[in-house]
């Protein structure tokens, strides 16, 4: 399988009032065609921002360095003119807040037929059966009255649902979908899923899906990345991760979901403190200070990424213990079983 | 079993609405149209919804902060529908709420000492200074905040310990129920684990009774004992936890519960997953009959004629109370 998107040593920093802020540090990772990779972290963890530098989007205050290779080309050093034939074809986002992110004042006509006037040289009637026709297949109904809509007579599902149309209308061979279904209810989730589901399947998209809820890694991803204070602190594949954690962090996340199976009779499992201040790190590891296992070591140095397969990597100084106890949990399960 | 601390009978909150831009109409939002339920003490009951269903409009009439306009709710025995403020204000330290925003519900100019005894000071403005003070220190000892803190402001804490401020305010009075509205919704996960413990431990430790308001089926998993599902206003389901998630019988309630997403790559893999088609429709013109019946996989025309009412399961094998509001409940729980 060809690699689509090849992520080498890029840093993202911010400059402050307060000084400057490092929101991502040194992340690697490929993404293969069709695959699908789920970034994992709480609010403040970099895994928006990792996105934001690679399309170009990060706020004025913003730099990034190192290389993003999409297509062959390196995303970080295009100018803006070429990282727009690029932005919105081949490469497009969709955002957590679709009411933010569509032009209140512009018919969703207008917003969808000028992606495809500008980079497809469309004239507007073709452009605007195309973009009917994107409403349909995303499941949007009597799509052909409701194109000349404004967003806000759109429902939070339907918003989201146009979005997706419009990230889509030039067939892109990668979607970044930032938290995309955060803001919708349950039921309108799981008909945003499966749209995704399929999309990936018929069209051999890759997707990467940001976001905080294992439950969506679980159902859409093959690869998942672990977020924790501006660093990766695990990768694997989604089997790997949910069945064999080994960073604290990912354990802990792991327990602590409340989860709709399994059993309710105990309180839930809560990963000690908060979250870390990004401007006001911990030394060392930046999950020390909430992690049971942490050692003088890990106070004192930053972890290295201890790389085990190809895309199977933990960034902890205590790996080869959790592996152990992993291992003899797995042992003990079995004996019990 | 001891009698409810808390009955609602047939609420009804209607807002009147004008609807077009020029040439208005009058027309009525039904927001909550005929809930019915008991509250027993040391209980915590959930109501689980998608939004604009109605469920924070019902916790908010439940507590008089909106007044209904038909039905009845009793709390201890007391009828206090349509009670004025006056009325309302020396039940009110019986009666507390936690709501979804946890920095916004903080006054960002007082200290969060002074937020946490403001109901103590307006309830009982006799108890000297350095007692009000104490408890205040001891309530923050409870729900886990630092009581050297006290003169801090709530722009200096996180959300989660924000929205333990609030709890501490709700609690300083030690009330007999407190209504949660979406208590942990915009915390991150980890902190949210925190927060779900707190308020158990706090049930247990005071023999609380909670109306647990929320929109994640599994968190409301953790916390209730009995869980409401309502939909457009109208309660679809009521029954005890183990009941509603392990055997649900109502169309909407099986389509809520298997499209929640389960943090296993194997178990997700194999799930079938029911989608619901379109999104739920205004409650300014809801659906003739039953509310439900256009998203409904089994509705009929006897769905579209006549609104089912709730109605108590009487099978050998249904668990406590069971009570479904579907024509088609016996037949489609029949067929597998």
Known sequence: ??????????????????????????????????????????????????????????????????????????????????????????????????????????????????????????????????????????????????????PHEFSGGMRQRVMIAIALLCEPDLLIADEPTTALDVTIQAQILDLLHNLKEEMGMSIVMITHDLGVIAGMCDQVMVMYGGRVVETGTVHEIFNDARHPYTQGLLQSMPRIDGDHSEDLYAIPGQPPNLQALPSGCAFQPRCQLASDQCRREQPGSITFASERSVACHRVTEIIELNQEETVNREVAL | MSEPILKVDDLKVHFPVDVGTFFSKKATLKAVDGVSFELHEGEALSVVGESGCGKSTLGRAVLQLLHNTEGQVVWMGENITGYPVKAMRPLRSEMQIIFQDPLASLDPRMTIGEIIAEPLVTHNPEIPKDQVKARVREMMDIVGLLPRMINRYPHEFSGGQCQRIGI?????????????????????????????????????????????????????????????????????ELAEKDALYNAPRHPYTQALISAVPVPDPDKEAHKKRIVLKGDLPSPINPPSGCVFRTRCLYADHQCEQEKPPLTTLNEPTAKGNHQVACHKQAEINSLD
Not at chain 1, 95 to 110: A, E, G, H, I, W
Not at chain 2, 181 to 193: F, G, K
């Open chain 1, 1 to 150: 399988m060809s690699i689509i998107l090849d992520v080498q040593n890029l840093n993202t920093r911010f400059d402050t009032p307060e000084g400057e802020v490092s929101a991502a540090n040194n992340i690697n990772f490929t993404l293969k065609k069709g695959q699908s990779l789920g970034v994992v972290g709480e609010s403040g963890s970099g895994k928006t921002q990792i996105f934001m530098a690679i399309m170009g989007l990060l706020a004025k205050n913003g730099r990034t360095s190192g290389q993003a290779i999409f297509q062959g080309q390196n995303l970080l050093e295009l100018p803006v003119a070429e990282l727009n034939k690029v932005r919105g074809v081949s490469l497009s986002m969709i955002f957590q807040d679709p009411m933010t992110s569509l032009n209140p004042y512009l018919k969703v006509s207008r917003q969808m037929t000028e992606v495809l006037i500008e980079h497809r040289g469309m004239g507007k009637k073709e452009a605007l059966e195309r973009s009917i026709r994107m409403l349909e297949l995303v499941g949007i109904p009597e799509a052909r009255k409701r194109v000349y809509m404004y």
């Open chain 2, 168 to 236: 501490a305010r709700a609690m300083i009075l030690r009330p007999k129920v407190i209504v949660c509205d979406e208590p942990v919704s915009a915390l991150d996960v980890s902190i949210q684990a925190q927060i779900i413990n707190l308020l158990g431990e706090l049930q247990e430790t005071f023999g609380l009774s909670l109306l647990f308001i929320s929109h994640d089926l599994s968190i409301v998993r953790h916390i209730s004992h009995r869980v409401m599902v309502i939909y457009l206003g109208n309660v679809m």
